[in-house]
């Protein structure tokens, strides 16, 4: 075994975002390219010695080559020892609870989230500090500063490690432990709520599907629903992992699991259908003919969660992402609790949390989790539906008519324009800015603009502030657009635009959400001429 010291140079446009880096999986797997990220990471935190690493991914293309790389590299770095999935598997949540568990100096996840895989497809990899949660960004500004002036990484030159086998081996000086990555996650969950009651639930006939969409909640989703719940074998659907996701599209929405949709709207539908996406940290929820916008999800748990042992005692506080819905700021008002908006993007999340100021935290983009983790957490927002429909006994679509009835309804949809060019997406953002000041009061499309800004978030725990976090403009009645470019995409710019709005007459709580919007729809285009700024005559994508 040989250390080796590499000499490498910086790498443009190694910076991290929302959610770690993320690029076209051909980028990660040029010269020097992990390798120079993965070093940069360990310098950024102070370097490795005598630390502890978690390391693990979504199995997609390429997972079990960095894998290797990494931990290579970690020994070379001094590291203590790395608690590796086996197979090099582990979802984002597990990833998350195993770092908090064994008190480690945080981990390494491989993954790109809900963005395909396969060689042409997307790779990324997150670093997560020792609470289990993303880095903030004081910590990913000092990994990108690493990243700009490396000279040289460490290696040691050697052969494979057999992540296959469960247990104990080393690699130079660093112990390497080879975990099985559901057990501890599976043992979390049993904690947090009444397996009694869901398995009851099951033995009495109720029926659930539940779309893995080729991706790591497979093992997760087959071992609690199918082995420690008892759902009928079958429940889970495409529960294998695979290194392309079958060759789709893991990201549980609509669009991309049309199949579970289909099934749920269809004669025979299952009373409960559920999707996760590629990494384990987003959420579908579907009842029997009806699909749950993953806002509404957040609110009915905030609202029905105390049903739950885990938080049996209340919910400290909320906190939802700004482009989400209002819907659970109602409930969070009704329980007498705080309810927090923080800029999209998980790790926001983490100082509440952290704080004991918030219990559940959710974004519109389907992720919902609690303080278990420092992650959101697709199957544990499955499992606290599931224990309230065991106590409840209603249909999906009975509670949440229900919940309407007391809180309102918001209805909402984000309109998503994928691979716009840079310069257009930009540009469009730019001049909205620049009318922001001349919006409130004026009359658009019969709405009445009363507010529009540009959203900035002082963080109430550490006293950080970000900036630029989204245009917003907000209408009389409670309705929003909101207009924000992705920060996870790997190609072009991709424009989010949110919309919403308020129903409170009890007449009008069942309606079709694109036709509820229709106001809101008209009146944002007329606001920032999205068609005549990005040449598309309709979104890519509607969720
Ligand atoms: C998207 C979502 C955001 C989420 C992020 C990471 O970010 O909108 O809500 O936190 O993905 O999710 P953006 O910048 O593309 O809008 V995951 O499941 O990809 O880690
Ligand atoms: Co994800």
Known sequence: MKRLKIETRPIAGQKPGTSGLRKKTHVFMGQHYLENYVQSIFDGIGGLGGKTLVVGGDGRYFNDRAIQVILRMAAASGAKACIVGQNGILSTPAASNLIRKRSTSGGLILSASHNPGGPEADFGLKYNTPNGGPA??????????????????????????????????????????????????????????????????????????????????????????????????????????????????????????????????????????????????????????????????????????????????????????????????????????????????????????????????????????????????????????????????????????????????????????EDVEADKANALMSALRDVLPDLPGREVQGLTITSADEFAYDDPVDGSRSEGQGLRIGFAGGGRAVFRLSGTGTVGATLRVYLESVETDPAKLHQDAQAALAPVIAAAEEIARIKAHTGRAAPDVIT
């Open 136 to 417: 903030p960004e004081h910590v990913t500004d000092r990994i990108y500063a690493a990243t700009q002036t490396i000279a040289a990484y460490h290696i040691i030159e050697t052969g494979d490690v057999d992540l296959g086998r469960l247990g104990t081996s080393t690699l130079d000086r660093m112990t390497i432990e080879v975990v099985d990555p559901v057990a501890d996650y599976a043992a979390l969950m049993e904690s947090l709520f009444d397996f009694d009651a869901i398995r009851a639930l099951f033995a009495s006939g109720f029926r659930m599907r539940f779309d893995a969409m080729h991706a790591v909640t497979g093992p997760y989703a087959t071992e609690i629903l199918e082995g420690r719940l008892g759902a009928a074998p079958g429940t889970v659907v495409h529960g294998t992992p695979s290194p392309d996701f079958g060759g789709g599209h893991p990201d549980p929405n609509p669009i991309w699991a049309k199949e579970l949709i289909d099934v749920m709207m269809g004669k025979d539908a299952p009373d409960f259908g559920a999707a996760s996406d590629g990494d384990g940290d987003r959420n579908m929820i579907v009842g029997r003919g009806l699909y749950v916008t993953p806002s509404d999800s957040l609110a009915l748990l905030a609202a029905q969660a105390h049903l739950a042992p885990a938080y049996a005692g209340g919910l400290k506080g909320v906190a939802r992402s700004m482009p989400t819905s209002g819907a659970v700021d109602r409930v969070a008002a009704k329980l007498g609790i705080a309810c927090y908006e923080t800029p999209t993007g998980r790790k926001f999340f983490g100082n509440l949390l952290d704080a004991g100021r918030a219990t559940l935290c959710g974004e519109e983009s389907a992720g919902t989790g609690s303080d278990h983790v420092r992650e959101k957490d697709g199957l544990w927002a499955v499992l606290l539906w599931l224990n309230i429909l065991a106590v409840t006994k209603q249909s999906v679509a009975d509670l949440m008519a229900d919940h309407w009835q007391t809180y309102g309804r918001n209805y909402y949809s984000r309109h998503d324009y």
